[in-house]
C-alpha cells in the first residue's frame, strides 16, 4: 500500500489563492472587530424557522435582528377565496399549538357580523376546550423551555398530559391537532357519551402533576441562575412593543381580555390572573405556571356547572342541520346543499374581534362586502409584535441568554410569518 | 333564526355619533385636531370606528394616546380596488385603563403614475408599529414616511408585486 502524502494545509488567511480575506480591514486586532452570526432558520432553540441575525461583541450580544417570513403561505390571501365556514381549518394551522383560540376567535368575528346568538352550553363547551387548549400551549412551553436551558426531564413529562390532552380533542373533533371543532353558529356536535367524566379524571390529576413540573424546576439551582434577571422587560417598553399575555402580565400590566372584555361567558367564571412585577425570565415562568393553575379551575366550573340544551344557534341558513334531519326533511337538505354549495352571506361592514389565548391576545379583523367569502381577513397574533421586543430584553447580555429569551416570550413561527 | 338583542344600535355619521356617545374621550380627542378633523364616524356592533384623513394618521394616533388609548394592538389594510380611494388603513387602539378598542381609519388613494401611494409613520408614538407597517408595505405596496428599517418582512427582498392586493394574480404566471 501506497504511503500516504501529508493532506495540504488549508490556511484561508495567507493562502492567496484560496479568494478570502481580502477585503479585511488592516487594522483588525483581537477584541475590537464584532462577529455577525445567525442563529436559524434552522436552529432548534429558535422554536421553528425563526432566523436570528445577531451581532456580537466576544459573547455579548449587541444587536438581534429578526428575520422572518420563511413559513409566509399567505393565510390571510387565502381566506379571501373561501366561504366564511371554509375559513375555520385555516385558522388551526395559524397557531397550530393553540388550535381551537384560533377557531373560537374567528368564529366570534364571524358571529359579530352575523349578529348570531350562540346557545348556552356551546359557549361553555367552548370555554372548556380553549383552557385545555391554553393548557395544551403552555405545556409545551414549559417543556421545550426548560429543554433550551438543559433540563430535559421535563419535556418528558408535560409531553405525557399534552398526549392526553390531544386524545381528548381527538374524542371530540376527530382529530389531534388540527381540530376546527368551533363552527360559526357553535359546534361541529356535541361532545360524545362519557367525554366529561374523561375531563373531570384529567384535570383531577392536573394540579398535582403541575406540582411535579414545580418541584423539578422552580427549586432547581441551574434553572434559576439562568431565568432570574434575564431577559429585563420594562412595562412601559412592553406596552410601547405591543407585547402581550403572559409576558405583558409578567411586567407587571395587569390586563387580561378574558376579565377584561369578556366573551363567550368568561365573565361567568371566576378565575384570577397572575401578574409579577419582575419583568424578567423567571417572572414569565412563574405567571404561566399559576395560570395554568387558573385554567384547571375554570374547566372544573365549566365542568360543574355545564348547561344542557343545543350546541348549534337556531340559525339553518349559517349552521348545518342534523345529520338526521338532513336524511328525513326536505327543506333541511335544501339547506345542507346551499351553505355546502353556496356558503352563506354576510352583512357588510367590519369587525375586530380580541381574544386571549395562550401565548397573548389574539384578534381577527374580518370585512365584509355582503358575499358568502370574506373580502379581507387579517389576523393579529401575539408573537408577531412580542418578537419586535426581543432586542430590548437580550441586548448587552450573554448569547447564551437569548436562549432562555426566545424561549420565555413562546413563540410559534406558524403566527408570525401566516 | 334568532338575533342577538345585546348589540347596541348602529349610529352612522359624525352628528348621530356625537349625540349617540356624548362626550365620548376618543371623538373628543379627535375634534381637538379641528373642526373638520373627524371626516367619518360610526359606532357598529359595539364597535367605534372613526375616521380621519390620511394626513392626520399621526396627530390622531398621538392624541388618542394622551385620551387614554395606550395600546397599539393592530394595523392592517384593506384594498378596495377597483374603487377609489382605493386603500383603507385600519388602526386598532385599545385602552387599558377603559378596556375599550376603537378603530381608527383612514382612506388613502392610489398614487399615480405606478409610485407608491405614502403615508406618515406611527412609530415615532409606538415603536412596536414597527413590524406592521413594514407587513402592510410588503403585502399592500403602501410607503410609511418615517419609518426606521423600511423592507419587505414576508416575502423575499426580491420579490415583485404586493400580494394582498386585489389586483394580484392569484394563479398562472406572474
Keep these: 500500500m501506497a504511503q500516504l502524502s501529508p493532506m495540504p494545509v488549508f490556511d484561508p488567511i495567507s493562502d492567496p489563492a484560496a479568494g478570502l480575506n481580502t477585503n479585511l480591514p488592516s487594522d483588525v486586532t483581537a477584541g475590537t472587530q464584532k462577529m455577525i452570526l445567525n442563529m436559524g432558520p434552522q436552529h432548534p432553540a429558535t422554536h421553528g424557522v425563526l432566523r436570528l441575525v445577531v451581532e456580537l461583541d466576544g459573547e455579548v450580544i449587541v444587536h438581534v435582528h429578526p428575520e422572518i417570513g420563511y413559513l409566509h403561505t399567505g393565510i390571510e390571501k387565502t381566506c379571501e377565496a373561501k366561504f366564511y365556514q371554509q375559513v375555520v381549518p385555516l385558522t388551526d394551522r395559524v397557531n397550530y399549538l393553540d388550535p381551537l383560540s384560533n377557531n373560537l376567535c374567528y368564529c366570534l368575528a364571524v358571529e359579530k357580523l352575523l349578529d348570531l346568538e350562540i346557545p348556552d352550553r356551546a359557549q361553555w363547551i367552548r370555554v372548556m376546550m380553549t383552557e385545555l387548549s391554553r393548557l395544551n400551549s403552555h405545556l409545551i412551553w414549559l417543556g421545550t423551555h426548560a429543554m433550551d436551558i438543559g433540563a430535559l426531564t421535563v419535556f418528558l413529562y408535560t409531553f405525557r398530559e399534552r398526549e392526553e390532552i390531544l386524545r381528548l380533542f381527538e374524542a371530540v373533533a376527530g382529530q389531534r391537532m388540527m381540530t376546527s371543532y368551533f363552527r360559526v353558529g357553535g359546534l361541529s356536535m356535541d361532545v360524545p357519551l362519557g367525554f366529561l367524566d374523561r375531563v373531570q379524571a384529567f384535570i383531577r390529576t392536573m394540579p398535582e402533576k403541575i406540582d411535579e413540573y414545580s418541584n423539578l424546576l422552580t427549586g432547581n439551582p441551574i434553572f434559576i441562575n439562568r431565568l432570574k434577571g434575564v431577559g429585563f422587560l420594562s412595562p412601559e417598553d412592553a406596552i410601547a412593543f405591543g407585547v402581550t399575555g403572559p409576558p405583558l402580565r409578567a411586567s407587571g400590566v395587569d390586563i387580561d381580555l378574558r376579565r377584561d372584555m369578556p366573551y363567550s361567558s368568561y365573565e361567568k367564571f371566576d378565575f384570577k390572573v397572575p401578574i409579577s412585577t419582575a419583568c424578567d425570565t423567571w417572572a414569565r415562568y412563574e405567571v404561566r405556571l399559576i395560570e395554568m393553575r387558573e385554567s384547571v379551575k375554570i374547566i372544573q366550573q365549566a365542568l360543574d356547572g355545564m348547561p344542557g340544551g343545543a350546541v348549534k344557534a337556531d340559525a339553518p341558513k349559517i349552521v348545518l342541520p342534523d345529520r338526521e334531519k338532513m336524511k328525513t326533511q326536505m327543506e333541511a337538505l335544501i339547506h345542507h346543499f346551499k351553505i355546502v354549495t353556496e356558503g352563506f352571506e354576510v352583512p357588510a361592514g367590519e369587525v375586530y374581534q380580541g381574544i386571549e389565548c395562550g401565548h397573548g391576545q389574539v384578534g381577527y379583523y374580518i370585512v365584509s362586502d355582503g358575499t358568502a367569502k370574506p373580502y379581507r381577513v387579517h389576523m393579529r397574533y401575539p408573537s408577531f409584535p412580542t418578537l419586535q421586543a426581543l432586542e430590548t430584553m437580550s441586548k448587552g447580555r450573554l448569547i447564551a441568554d437569548l436562549v432562555a429569551v426566545i424561549g420565555s416570550i413562546d413563540i410559534v413561527l406558524g403566527e408570525i410569518d401566516r | ?174
Design chain 2, 1 to 174: 333564526m334568532s338575533l342577538s338583542t345585546t348589540q347596541a344600535p348602529t349610529l352612522s355619521g359624525v352628528a348621530a355619533v356625537s349625540e349617540g356617545l356624548p362626550g365620548h374621550p376618543a371623538v373628543a380627542a379627535i375634534l381637538t385636531l379641528g373642526e373638520n378633523s373627524l371626516r367619518d364616524a360610526r359606532y357598529d356592533r359595539n364597535e367605534l370606528t372613526l375616521t380621519v384623513a390620511p394626513e392626520d394618521i399621526v396627530p390622531a394616533c398621538s392624541v388618542l394616546k394622551n385620551a387614554g388609548y395606550n395600546f397599539f394592538e393592530d394595523m392592517t389594510a384593506v384594498d378596495w380596488f377597483p374603487s377609489s380611494p382605493r386603500f383603507q388603513l385600519s388602526y386598532h387602539l385599545l385602552s387599558h385603563s377603559m378596556k375599550e378598542r376603537i378603530r381608527l381609519r383612514a382612506l388613502l388613494a392610489d398614487a399615480v403614475n405606478g409610485a407608491l401611494p405614502s403615508v406618515a409613520s406611527i412609530t415615532p408614538i409606538w415603536p412596536g408599529a414597527n413590524f406592521y407597517e413594514r407587513e402592510v408595505f410588503d403585502l399592500f405596496g403602501i410607503r410609511f414616511e418615517g419609518h426606521p428599517d423600511l423592507r419587505r418582512i414576508m416575502m423575499p427582498d426580491d420579490w415583485q408585486g404586493h400580494p394582498l392586493r386585489k389586483d394580484y394574480p392569484v394563479e398562472g404566471y406572474r
